[in-house]
């Protein structure tokens, strides 16, 4: 059984190529997959310790991350559809009417 | 090297792999699919974790519903039209740099192991020890691990923490449901402007026929 080491440098990982998408492209979908990535990150973490500690606070806890993970999906995606009808494009450069 | 900690290297490999693919893709289709084979890789480590409803949960809600959703975006937002531009925004060099950062942030707390057993801050680990630890049945010096239902029956041991010890945030979590359901319709929707709604066909328009009013219609 490989242990909470391995989970957590695998995680922590999954986490870095996540927040390096998320600051690195420019296609706003593609943002949004690798903020899921970096909610996998943590649900691995999670389920990690949940193992190591013989608890199931941590399982639980997963169930409530991918709730999340599921409605801001919905909400962001819808977000997407709004400015692709808007501005014809999915850049995140593009979104910055809120800048006033 | 035992069975285990084999495939733990080979499914924990091909994420790291395909989730590096994910954020390098041009087409968003192709990174979709790779963030797919990413989430079966993760529920494949769960499994290893002996957390089988977590993993169940993984592949039905995020291999199933959310990758839907995406490729259906996608779908709908034709890629082949979008203008040929860059794939990478202007702080490439400094969100990798931070990426970096942060993975030798993480790396050095692992290392470091706050959390292992031979940590001197008994005190705080008391309240665990106490939860999760019992006397050894022989000798009364050493601690073994509570026996719990985690074991063998996981989806039953999950399913009785969430609707005891977790029915709040159960409900809440039903609530968040349904406002980011509500807020997605709301978001979404397109307002028909004017002149669009005298275009739209007129069987869009017709009033839909009651079951009441069709057997009416027939027995008449």
Redesign the interface.
């Known amino acids: 059984m490989p242990d909470t080491d391995a989970y957590l440098m695998l995680s922590a990982t999954l986490f870095s190529i996540g927040l390096i998408g998320v600051i690195i492209r420019r296609n706003m979908i593609t943002v949004l997959m690798a903020i899921e990535l970096m909610l996998n990150a943590v649900n691995i973490n999670l389920v990690a310790f949940a193992h190591r500690f013989a608890s199931l606070e941590g399982q639980v806890f997963v169930v409530f991350v991918i709730t999340v993970a599921a409605g801001e999906a919905a909400v962001g995606l819808a977000i997407i559809i709004q400015l692709y009808r808007l501005k014809n494009t999915v850049n995140v450069d593009e979104g910055n009417t809120l800048n006033g | 090297m035992?069975a285990?900690?084999l495939v733990?290297?080979v499914v924990?490999t091909l994420?790291?792999a395909s989730?590096?693919l994910?954020?390098s893709?041009r087409n968003?289709v192709h990174?979709?699919l790779f963030?797919l084979l990413?989430?079966l890789c993760?529920a494949v480590?769960?499994v290893?974790?002996?957390?089988e409803?977590?993993a169940a949960?993984?592949v039905l809600?995020?291999a199933g519903?959310?990758m839907v959703?995406?490729l259906f975006?996608?779908m709908?937002?034709n890629v082949r039209h979008?203008?040929d531009?860059?794939?990478?925004?202007r702080?490439?060099r400094?969100?990798?740099a931070?990426?970096?950062a942060?993975?030798i942030l993480?790396?050095t707390v692992?290392r470091t192991?706050v959390?292992h057993d031979a940590s001197a801050d008994t005190k705080k680990l008391a309240t665990?020890k106490e939860?999760?630890l019992e006397p050894h049945p022989t000798d009364p010096n050493k601690l073994v691990?509570?026996t719990?239902e985690?074991e063998n029956r996981?989806s039953e041991?999950?399913g009785m923490?969430?609707y005891q010890?977790?029915l709040v945030?159960f409900e809440v979590?039903s609530i968040?449901?349904l406002?980011?359901?509500i807020?997605?319709?709301v978001?979404?929707k397109?307002e028909l402007s004017a002149v669009e709604e005298e275009q739209v066909p007129d069987y869009m328009l017709e009033r839909v026929e009651t079951e009441k009013e069709v057997k009416e219609s027939m027995s008449a």
Request: proline share 3%.
């Open positions: 035992n285990a900690f733990f290297f924990g994420a790291v989730s590096i994910v954020i893709m968003p990174s979709a963030l990413t989430f993760v480590l769960f290893l974790k002996q957390a409803f977590v949960v993984q809600v995020y519903g959310i959703l995406f975006v996608v709908l937002i979008l203008p531009e860059k794939v990478l925004s702080f490439w400094g969100g990798l931070v990426g970096a942060v993975f993480f790396a692992v192991g959390y665990v939860k999760y691990r509570k719990r985690v996981n041991a999950v923490a969430l010890d977790y945030p979590a968040f449901l406002v980011a359901m807020g997605a319709i978001i979404g397109r």
